[in-house]
Structure formats: C-alpha cells, structure tokens
C-alpha cells in the first residue's frame, strides 16, 4: 500500500493524533509508503511547524501567523483549498478534521480534486450533507467516517444495503454531566464541562459532548453518510465507551464494533481502507472486562436528540443553522457570556427564527450559516438571564 496524504487541522486533537498514526504506519510500511504532502492548521505556527520538520511535509496552510517551515506556504482564510488547489492529486487521500463550518469548503475541494475523504469534520455533512454527497457520488470519491462512531456503523455495515438495516444505534458516553441533574447542568461551569470522563478532545467537541449536541450532530451526519431515515437512527448512553455504535438487521441480529476509547483505531482505519494494519498496542482485556451498559437518554436534560431528528426532518438549510447557531452558543458559554443549559435553547430559538430553504450550492448553505450566526449572536447579546423556551 501506498498513499499520499494531506492532514486538514493537524495541530487539533485529531491532527495530533492523524501525525501519529502516519508516524505509526511509515514505521511498518517505510516512510516513502506514506508521504504526507501537505499539511494546513489555524494558529499554532509553532506546532505546524514541528509537524512539517518531522513528516518531511513540502507544503503547508495556515489561518495567520508567520510560517516559514516548508517549500510552499499559504496563509489566510482560504489557505486550505489553495494548499488543495496546487498540490492534491486525484486519488489522494485528504484527512479532514478543520473544526466547525470553516472546514467545510476544504471538503468540496477535495472532493472536486477526485481525492478520498477521511471525514472527521461533522459540519461538512450537518451543514452541507446534501451537497457533499451528491459531489462524492458525481466525482467517484469514497467518504471514510473518522468519528469512533460512524466508522462503527460503516464497519457493521460493511456494505450490506441500507434496505436489511433496521435501525443504527450511536453510542455516547454522556460525557461530563452525564449524572448532573438538571438545576445543575443549567449552571454548569467551564471547568466542569471540559473535564471529559473518557476521551480528550478540543474544548468545542468536550462542549458539545457535554450537552450531547455532539451526538445531534452525528444523527443527522449519519442520515447523510448511510442514507438512513431519522426513525431508523437512535442513540444510548453507554459509560464504557467501548461498543462505538451497533447495527441492527431485519432479521433481528445485531452487528456492534469495539475498540478501547482511542481515536487513533478509527483514524487508522480510515486511513489504511480496505485494508488493516498493524496498530498500535491497545486492546481490549476481555480478562478484565466483566460488563458493558447501556441507557436511554434523557431528553429532559438532554434535548439535542429531538432538535436533530427535527433538523433531518427539515432539510435543507436546517443543517446549517443548527450546526452554525451551535459553534456561536458554544464559543458564548466558553468566553462565560452564556450560561451552559442556554446553548440547545439558543440552538432552538435560532433554527425557528430563520426560514429552511433549499441547500442547492455552497452559497446558499453559506448564507443560511451567516444569517444564524448572527441571530444567535444578538440572542446571547440580549440573554441577561431571561429564558429561551
């Protein structure tokens, strides 16, 4: 196997860990077997930097900031798909994980180019799921799922018609306030919620696991990425964070995937598809392993789940507006300009206070993203402790 690679937000948490994986599979396979063209990051120069010197990369993108460590260097808003532009192949492989909708049309550019995804970003698809797919289909692309969920339900699925599937079933560790009781996720602090149980992410994912936005987000990603209808998506909380999602049939039987809580396994995958490489040395000890839990969400303290089922009910924009109102409540919560339980109500209030249209192109999923933006914005502007019902 051989493969040329491009890391889409290498200095993020799934960057980091995308530079080890190659470090991981150049060690087994020879560095010439994986050769990481191009790399592109927002501000962290510094850690670009090293992630250039260390892969050998010829060229990178970054959002600002002065960057001198490779040949060829892109800087500004449009860095991604400039570095894309002039360097990526058809056939390559392009590791998207820019987080949010800024990393949206770095996909499409990929995609245009005849490169594979390896998608971790959830906003191409919750925003943008309509026309992503369609260009994947119309360019011959194949769209590998990164997130430990989706990747379990394309390993379940393993190519079996969506008509034999009965429903997919996303699992959630619940994340930090999973046993808070409602007064106190209302009024959650930041140190709170960014202290995960399981995984270590960036503080937005760690937000959105908190208030299982995350896991909205990835019910509608999953009714783009497999075709699914919302009633044949659900998800449970399941504490262990090994059974990543389950598959169930027609026929009754039920196919789960599991791995230890490490984002390098399904990175790895992506990655090496269809093959499997070697990976690194963490298992599952079924010596040790005694019992695995499930549980139903409570939409009462959680009520992202019904937002997302309404979202893939709406179509078009909705997407957009869901997942743009959520990044601004988000970033409201983390500069303490919002309390943490006002973030799905602000997702709510902005999805009924902006007209669905149509997701025909790119500009129409970006105007719905400006205009959520900034109805949410002037909702927290305004919040003074009043309550989004």
């Not at 919302?230 to 909380?237: G, M, P, T, W």
Request: contains cysteine; glycine residues 8%.
């Amino acid at each position: 196997m051989s493969k040329r690679v491009f890391i889409l937000g290498s200095t993020g948490s799934i960057g980091r860990s995308a530079v080890q994986v190659i470090g991981h599979l150049q060690e087994i396979d020879g560095k010439s077997k994986w050769e990481v063209v191009g790399l592109a990051a927002g501000n962290n120069v510094a850690l670009l930097s090293q992630q250039a010197k260390a892969l050998s990369v010829s060229a990178v993108a970054s959002v600002t900031g002065d960057v001198n460590c490779a040949d060829h260097v892109y800087v500004g808003e449009d860095a991604a798909v400039e570095l894309l532009q002039h360097h990526a192949q058809k056939g390559d492989l392009v590791l998207a994980a820019i987080v949010g909708f800024a990393g949206v049309a770095s996909v499409l550019a990929a995609i245009e180019i005849g490169c594979d995804i390896a998608l971790a970003n959830k906003e191409a698809l919750v925003a943008a799921g309509q026309i992503v797919m369609k260009a994947a289909k119309d360019n011959g692309v194949t769209i590998l799922p990164v997130d430990s969920e989706h990747s379990a339900i394309f390993q379940a699925l393993a190519g079996r018609p969506l008509e034999s599937v009965r429903s997919i079933v996303l699992t959630a560790s619940g994340g930090s306030l999973r046993d808070k009781t409602q007064e106190e996720i209302e009024h959650a602090t930041v140190d709170a919620v960014l202290s995960h149980p399981t995984w270590e992410m960036g503080p937005k994912v760690t937000v959105d696991s908190a208030s299982l936005i995350n896991k909205a987000l990835e019910i509608v990603e999953a009714h783009w990425l497999f075709g699914a209808a919302s009633e044949q998506i659900d998800a449970v909380i399941h504490r262990e964070s090994l059974v990543h999602g389950l598959v169930e049939f027609r026929d009754g039987s039920i196919v789960a995937q599991l791995a230890p809580p490490d984002m390098k396994m399904p990175i790895q995958y992506a990655l090496t598809y269809p093959h499997r490489s070697v990976g690194e040395d963490q298992r599952c000890n079924w010596q040790t392993l005694s019992s695995l839990h499930f549980e139903a969400i409570d939409q009462e303290r959680f009520p992202a789940i019904a937002l997302a089922k309404e979202v893939i009910k709406l179509g078009g924009t909705a997407g957009a507006i869901f997942s743009a109102a959520n990044e601004v409540a988000v970033e409201g919560f983390l500069k303490q300009s919002l309390p943490f339980g006002s973030i799905v109500r602000i997702v709510k209030k902005t999805l009924a206070s902006i007209e669905v249209s149509p997701a025909l192109n790119l500009e129409a999923v970006s105007a719905a993203d400006l205009e959520a933006r900034s109805v949410a914005t002037e909702l927290i502007a305004s919040y003074a402790g009043k309550e989004f019902a």
